[in-house]
């Protein structure tokens, strides 16, 4: 069974830092391109950034370049996001998503979110 299950969101300051985790199963974890997505209320969900499947390329949003920092642990099935000088518009709900493609098919998971509030 599949799961992907995100931890380490909660309320912070603005300019403060969390880190996200997403606890990988049920899949060949480093076969998967990992990204982490996030939604706000109103909005549309988001790419915030990637990361290959052996870790040596990574991606990310113009507008958390600079401040996050996406990695993984292949060894420990986890992938992280490092949220740093945290803003009030990073504000959502943080998806994990593990993708790659196969025999006429995508194979496309999500974890169920994990809230970031940055509040003052």
């Known amino acids: 069974q599949v799961q992907l299950v995100e931890s380490g969101g909660g309320l912070v300051q603005p300019g403060g830092s969390l880190r996200l985790s997403c606890a990988a199963s049920g899949f060949a974890f480093n076969s998967y391109v990992m990204s982490w997505y996030r939604q706000a209320p109103g909005k549309e969900r988001e790419l915030v950034a990637g990361i290959s499947s052996l870790g040596g390329f990574t991606n990310y949003a113009d507008s958390m370049k600079g401040r996050f920092t996406i990695s993984r642990d292949n060894a420990k099935n986890t992938v992280y996001l490092q949220m740093n000088s945290l803003k009030l518009e990073d504000t959502a709900v943080y998806y994990c998503?593990?993708?790659?493609?196969?025999?006429?098919?995508?194979?496309?998971?999500w974890g169920q979110g994990t809230q970031v509030t940055v509040s003052s």
């Open positions: 998503n593990a993708k790659r493609p196969g025999l006429g098919r995508e194979y496309d998971y």
